[in-house]
């Protein structure tokens, strides 16, 4: 039959349903599309209806209606799950959690100081702080690069501020603040700090913490992050940041972002959190044990631990896995994935060594089986002497 519509480069046929074998795996990018099944089931409490003549004021100062329930349904979701504390804190909103990693950088360099604040992280760590700060640098702030070279700089008069992701973008660990001392300060990224990637060992009791719907629903596309935030003037300078740049977050966003939550904590979030940990859980134990009959590649190690949510012991669930391949010749890790079918991201994004490529393991059922297709006829070849 003749096609209607313009397939993606790994379906053919009249509605684009049949599976073109061999395709490469697209597993690049993080996005969260592996949450679909689960807001099919849900669509009607998902759904959402918005008549034309609904919500066309800016009402700045999200002192809105929808702003206060939205901000009640986080505090009740962090204080369901237990993974951060959001007594005497302050919620800003922003358009996505990116809006708030840049609004945070800001909000925590000095103004007017004679050298700008230095930004840090841990190798590896998630490109966009890097990309970001550079782009957005002012005199206030400039990225340093890797953490460790500052641990034991004696130099205490530096303004330093660090990215700490926790559990970490690319490799599922879970990080602490690596500079202390006065003039260090910590922005604690929780993306990923969710049943689904993580046990929750403890509430994250940090001065500043960020979190983002894109990887709690997998709604990424409505743009919708938050920030807890201790200080008020830090608290105020975020503010005036989002004021400034976008005049607050989209009503429709936030009106999206309440009905989702709402869903969420349905029956305490039983529903989408066993159903999410379910799914990563058994999607790391197919990659885990297809790369455990390899000699030529190796995945981070995550030990099982005692989750407070789910009140049980529970293996490794991450997001992404972080491949290595082991082989002298291998230096180029991501040349070999790639010719064998297999497009993850390379680890030099990631400030590691051209030996690491990240996998994102968050995508549709499709995109993981490919994956896997693909890795198993690797790990083959590899027995094979080929
Ligand atoms: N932080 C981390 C660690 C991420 O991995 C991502 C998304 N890949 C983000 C922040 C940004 O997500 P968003 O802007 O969709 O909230």
Known sequence: GKQICECNTCYDGPDCSNHVLDCPADVNSGDPLFLEPFWMQNAASSALVVSGWHRMSYSFGDQTATSKELEKSIRKLHSVIGNAVTEGRYIVFGTGSTQLLNAAVHALSQDNSSTPSKVVVSVPFY???????????????????????????????????????????????????????????????????????????????????????????GHAGVRFGWALVKDKTVYEKMLIYTGENTFGVSKDTQLRALKLLNVVLEGDGRSIFNYAYEKMRTRWESLSQTVSLSKRFTLQEIPPRFCTFFKNVRGPSPAYGWLKCEREEDELCYKVLEDGGILGRVGTRFGASSRYVRLSLIKSQDDFDQLLQHLKVLVLQEAGGT
């Not at 890097?130 to 002012?138: H, K, P, R």
């Not at 689904?196 to 994250?204: D, E, M, R, V």
């Open 127 to 217: 490109p966009a702080y890097e990309e970001q700060t550079e782009f957005f640098a002012t005199e206030d702030y400039e990225f340093y690069g890797d953490t460790s070279l500052y641990r034991n700089n004696s130099d205490d008069t530096m303004d330093m501020i660090e990215f700490v992701t926790s559990p970490n973008n690319p490799d599922g660990k879970l990080k602490r603040a690596v500079l202390n001392g006065p003039s260090a300060k910590a922005i604690h990224d929780h993306a990923y700090n969710w049943p689904h990637y993580t046990a929750i060992t403890s509430p994250s009791d940090e001065d500043l913490m960020i979190f983002t719907l894109s990887k709690l629903t």
